[in-house]
C-alpha cells in the first residue's frame, strides 16, 4: 500500500517501523544500532520476543549478500536477549517465518525468539 506525503509517493510503514520510530508503543528489551527487540503481543510461549533490523527488509528470501553481516548481527542480539531473559542456559527457539505458507504475516523481516518452556517438534 502507499501514502502519498506532499507529491512523493512513499510506500506505509510496516508495523515494525512504526514502533521503531516510537509511533507505536511496545515492551522493548534490547535495542543497539541495528535492531530493536520486544516482547510479542501475542506470546506463544513465557518469553516471546522479537528482534527486527531497523531497515526494513521484507522477508528473509529478500535478504542480499551485502545483508549478511545485519542477518549475523540480529543473531548474535537474539542470542544476548535469551541470556538477559534467564532462557540461555534451559534453551531457546529461533523462527523466521518467510512467506504466507511459512506464517509471514508482517512484511519486514524478524525473528522470533520462543523459551521458558519446553517446545515440541515439530512446530506448527
Not at 540461555?88 to 525473528?111: M, Q, Y
Amino acid at each position: 500500500m502507499l501514502t502519498k506525503q506532499s507529491d512523493l509517493i512513499m510506500p506505509e510503514k510496516t508495523l515494525f517501523e512504526k514502533i521503531r520510530d516510537r509511533e507505536i508503543p511496545a515492551n522493548i528489551v534490547h535495542e543497539d544500532d541495528d535492531c530493536l527487540a520486544f516482547r510479542d503481543i501475542s506470546p506463544q510461549a513465557p518469553v516471546h520476543i522479537l528482534v527486527v533490523p531497523k531497515v526494513a527488509i521484507a522477508r528473509i528470501a529478500a535478504a542480499k549478500q551485502d545483508d549478511a553481516t545485519l542477518l549475523g548481527k540480529l543473531l548474535i542480539a537474539a542470542s544476548s536477549v535469551a541470556t538477559e531473559q534467564g532462557i540461555a542456559e534451559s534453551g531457546f527457539r529461533l523462527v523466521i517465518n518467510n512467506g504466507r505458507d511459512g506464517g509471514e504475516t508482517i512484511p519486514h523481516l524478524h525473528i522470533h525468539l520462543l523459551g521458558g518452556r519446553p517446545l515440541d517438534w515439530p512446530p506448527g
